[in-house]
């Protein structure tokens, strides 16, 4: 049972418009989310974190939305280039004594096309 | 500054084999922890290392083991190969008392024939 869900695999949106991709999760203990991006050939790379304190998180093009009584989070990319076109995975972890454990979802293959 | 580095980047190996993915983490974390992506999949969680130890493991079969050694750097052994076990291989090193998140290596694509 997946506990991460990415339920579009792919996503087409033109250059300069906005890309918004989602994520919804199942397990209630998660309290902190992140999105990493990949390129083909390379690992997974850090974008951007929300607490389960926030609703929101911003950094430069990307913001993070956080409904935790949805169980639901999205990005958002304002304005998107090409240079966005890659794997999107969204990721989640539970608080515990021993350190992180983040659980992925499938990705989603976003396209921007110039 | 390097980053994570995992060696072998590729490698093909027969059913019943047993493999061995090496990975040096980014310099100053001291956590390992190993993945691995099936084609069209996020990665799934393997284990953790910290401190030497298995901290924390994943869903995996017994014939997952790793280590770490006193430098940080990490092993992943898969014994007894299984043609499901053909997926990319990632490595991610973090700092164990935060900021949060991980840093991945390119990985290592394990091909099993």
């Known amino acids: 049972d997946q506990q991460v869900k990415q339920n579009s695999p792919s996503l087409s949106v033109q250059e300069g418009r906005i890309s918004i991709l989602n994520c919804d999760y199942t397990n209630s203990m998660f309290d902190y989310f992140l999105w990493y991006k990949k390129y083909p050939a390379e690992g997974p790379t850090f974008l951007i974190s929300?607490?389960?304190?926030?609703d929101k998180n911003e950094d430069g093009r990307f913001t993070v939305f956080l409904n935790k009584s949805a169980k639901h989070l999205s990005l958002h990319i304002v304005p998107s280039q090409p240079g966005d076109s890659a794997v999107y995975f969204c990721a989640a972890s539970a608080p515990d004594n021993y350190g992180q454990n983040f659980v992925f979802g499938p990705g989603t293959r976003l396209s921007v096309l110039p | 500054d390097a980053g994570v580095t995992q060696s072998p980047t590729h490698l093909i190996k027969t059913r019943g084999q047993q493999v061995t993915l090496r990975c040096s983490p980014k310099s100053g974390h001291d956590t390992v922890s190993w993945y691995q992506q099936a084609l069209g999949q996020g990665p799934q969680f393997i284990f953790q290392?910290?401190?030497?130890?298995?901290?924390q493991r994943g869903n995996f079969p017994d014939r997952f083991s790793g280590h770490q050694f006193p430098n940080y750097s990490s092993e992943l052994n898969v014994n007894a190969l299984l043609l499901g076990d053909s997926a990319l291989y990632l490595c991610a090193s973090s700092l164990d008392q935060g900021p949060y998140g991980y840093t991945f290596g390119s990985g290592t694509r394990l091909t099993v024939v």
């Open positions: 929300i607490s389960s304190i926030k």
């Open positions: 290392y910290y401190e030497e130890e298995e901290r």
